[in-house]
């Protein structure tokens, strides 16, 4: 009884493949008899009067007996024998359908050559409107591909449904009624053909490519439906049927591919099922993707990679997303990358020629690389981008996430050193790992939570650390040494290599000691230990690049940057906060010495983070709070030991080409040098008072100076040029803000005229000095060394300068007439008599400065200052002013204003002679 159903459910399932297949041919019978007819009474009347018409092949004799279709053969008949007669009906044929329809180009070349390159796309908006048109003129062929191929997977779940069968003869069913499928395609294909031209066109790849699909899908129901073999069975009969698709493929035409390839991703999707282990979904699509590139490789149809790749990894994610499994997915991932590499090529070890996908991007007019260079870039892009992006459960799968990504690394390094091609596609999962390891750190992955935790203040005591920063370090170490491996073999790119090699496992440690904390978990010394084996690795490297190199430094000038990188962070981790300066500022020396002895230009970068570093140490970590508060000593052999680094560095640079590292010394020194001064003054002035009240007016402004100086800093950087300029430019507004607040509060608040606090300090050299002159002078003097700073910000800062210079020699006036306690009321005659002569004074020297400089601008400016004299002796003088004193301030004021009126005139007119 169920022998029989099964028979009448096929026989069902049969009727409507026969009605499409009826359907079809009958309208490619139709299209060829009308064609036909067309060609025939074409030719009647292009035959001339009189001329014997040419035999057609139905004007034949009678008595000559055509040869039955079964007679004919494939075998090309020679030039000079007489065409067959099918074969002149089928020329015929062809002829009336190329003056209907256009000519038809065959569907792939003989030779199985590649299609020539047009561009780095290979799915493109003209061929998605081809495949449109196709689809519209053979979409019955679609659609009769997918009712066989869900009757095969509709066989298996009917028979669930009613249970008419056991699981193994559901099982067996799908897979027989995929194998005859395949062989009636197989029939077809070799028996009328499967090209455009052919009257069944289409129908052996319709048949073959449901038959696969049924067959995966009978292998998916064995698994997931009904758990009836395990993994190993399972894939093996994934294997033997990719086989199987492989070879089908590389005879048959693009649509058994395409549809085989997308029935087979979805086939897993309308089984369903679950299994106890459905991570072998990941083989899987693998082996989907196999299957694909396989055919590619020898059809040469580069869409069919890009459609098997699309489906591997759509499939991967889709299963992560439903079942989990990251180790899984990461293995997946990985596997994918390195088939897209060998596979369609065809070479175990790969040979990829010709220009680089970097190349493209920075001269695409140069010409985009071959497709398979195109093809492995995108798969190892995609691939490294997944597993950076991995989400992961446990530390066991973010350690075979790092792994994978080492993984692919390596290979593209060693295993793929003689392809010119994929040289820069290395830098793809290097990068994704050290990228990695900073997410994870920063996040709190699995991982990095799970080291953290084992921290020597949480584990249990006896208890050794955890190994996992040594094997981090480990794996990018391996990086850095197979890019020096590398780099020896290379020719064109060995720096680039070498570059690579320096910094990786570099790189690598100085994120773990940011965001992994090792140190807490291993101990400082063990931790520095790590660091400084990495450092002496550095050093051979640097040692041997040098040997190999002659002339050429630039590998060892990397690889000697990476380890004085890694000793300074070495002596981090184990010295003090004053001997961790020293040491940064003695490996300072060392690399300008290195540039001086061994000519590297590279070592400029060193120095130029090594100022930065300095800087950093001097101002903020541990800073000027910690310098305030050390021994007197600690203090001076910091700041005196970077200070004289700088100096010595300079001084060994010099008639060197190194724009960059002199200017950061240059500005470094001074900066330096000014925030010594700055800390000594602090705290002379709170030994001389006894206390540090943070609002007084000389405070705040000491507060400001350090803000200063890292906005001139700053300013003097800007005259090199690139990226950094910018950033350079934001630092400074920054840090003007930041000085900004503070000035305004010792200027207007905590001014001593206004506050009622006192002047300490002798006169002139007093903390009136340290809170308006010092700041008004750092504001102007280093204007002279900026011609390169915009002239508004140079007026700027000259304006606010000039302006706290002469709030002092006010404020120092008062105090001479009033002693320490500038706020009481009132105004003495000779204080009022004392701003004039000083504002004349001034007018004076600016004048004076005028004419020697012939700056028509200070000119005017001193003009200005006399002008606003004139008003106050007028406004101010006349009414606070009495007896002989307002007489000699009015007759010095006459004198004064006729000499220096004639003055200027003078100089007006010289230097308007001069100009002619």
Known sequence: ?????????????????????????????????????????????????????????????????????????????????????????????????????????????????????????????????????????????????????????????????????????????????????????????????????????????????????????????????????????????????????????????????????????????????????????????????????????????????????????????????????????????????????????????????????SEAFFKPEDGWPEFPTRLAGGAVAVSSAALLMQQTMTAEESILVFLCLAALALALTLWADGARALSDLAILPAGAFLARLWQEGMGRGPLSRDYVWQAIDLRPPETSAPATASLLL????????????????????????????????????????????????????????????????????????????????????????????????????????????????????????????????????FIQAGVVTLGWRLVVDPGIGWALDAVLWETWASFGGAIAAMAAALWLLKGRVRTGARVFLESGLAGSAALFANVLITRWIENWTGLLDMFQHWALSLQAMPWIVVMLVQLYRLQLDGAMRIVRGILAAVAALLALAPLTLAVLPANPLLSGDYVDGPLVLDTLAVAYALPGLMLILPLAQMPHVRRWIRRMLTGAGVGLLALYGGLEIRRFWRGDLLSVQGTTQAELYSYTLAMMAVGSALLYQAIARRSRGLRRLAMTVIALTIGKVFLIDASGLTGLTRVFSFLLLGLALAGLAWLNRWAAGRQAKGEE
């Open 1 to 357: 009884m169920e022998g029989l159903l099964v028979l009448i459910g096929l026989a069902v399932l049969a009727v409507p493949v026969a009605v499409v297949a009826l359907i079809v041919g009958q309208v490619r019978l139709r299209a060829r008899m009308e064609a036909l007819e067309a060609q025939v009474a074409k030719l009647r009347k292009s035959a001339a009067p009189g001329e014997e018409r040419a035999a057609l092949p139905w004007d034949r004799p009678k008595a000559e007996e055509a040869p039955k279709p079964a007679e004919v053969t494939e075998v090309a008949a020679p030039e000079e024998a007489e065409m067959p007669a099918e074969a002149v009906v089928e020329e015929e044929l062809v002829a009336g359908l190329e003056q209907v329809s256009g000519p038809r180009e065959p569907e792939a070349p003989e030779e199985f050559a590649r299609p020539p390159e047009e561009g780095p796309i290979v799915v493109r908006s003209d061929r998605a409107l081809a495949f449109g048109r196709w689809l519209k003129e053979n979409w019955v062929f679609t659609v009769s591909a997918i009712s066989l191929a869900l009757a095969g997977i509709f066989l298996v779940q009917y028979g669930v449904e009613k249970g008419y069968l056991p699981p193994p003869a559901r099982v067996l069913l799908a897979l027989g009624f995929g194998a005859v499928l395949i062989i009636a395609g197989e029939v077809i294909r070799r028996r009328w053909g499967d090209t455009e031209q052919a009257a069944t066109a289409y129908l052996p790849s319709t048949f073959s490519g449901a038959g696969l699909v049924s067959m995966f899908a009978g292998i998916l129901a064995a698994r997931q439906l009904y758990d009836l073999i395990g993994a190993g069975p399972a894939l093996t009969g994934l294997g033997l049927i990719a086989a199987l698709a492989i070879v089908l493929g590389w005879f048959y035409g693009p649509f058994l591919a395409a549809f085989g390839l997308l029935g087979a991703a979805v086939s897993p999707f309308i089984v369903g099922g679950e299994a106890e282990t459905p991570y072998w979904m990941y083989i899987y699509y693998a082996v989907l993707a196999f299957i694909g590139l396989s055919v590619d490789a020898v059809r040469r149809w580069a869409w069919v990679s890009v459609l098997a790749l699309i489906l591997g990894f759509g499939g991967t994610w889709v299963t992560w997303t439903g079942i989990g499994g990251g180790g899984w997915h990461a293995l997946t991932l990985t596997v994918l990358a390195l088939m897209a590499i060998a596979v369609p090529p065809l070479n175990l070890i790969p040979r990829h020629q010709g220009r680089m996908l």
């Open 474 to 605: 480990a794996i990018a170490a391996l990086v850095s040494l197979a890019a020096a491996w590398r780099s020896f073999g290379e020719r064109e790119y060995r720096a680039h290599w070498g570059a690579g090699a320096a910094l990786v496992a570099p790189v690598a440690a100085v994120i773990l000691e940011l965001f992994w904390v090792p140190g807490a978990v291993m101990g400082d010394y063990p931790w520095a230990l790590h660091v400084i084996a990495l450092a002496a690795v550095m050093v051979v490297l640097a040692e041997r690049f040098a040997r190999a190199d002659g002339e050429d430094h630039r590998r060892a000038a990397y690889a000697t940057l990476s380890a004085l990188s890694l000793i300074a962070l070495a002596l981090f981790l184990v010295t003090t906060k004053g001997a961790l300066t020293l040491a940064l500022s003695a490996l300072l020396v060392v690399a300008a010495a290195l540039d001086r002895r061994f000519r590297l230009p590279e070592m400029g970068i």
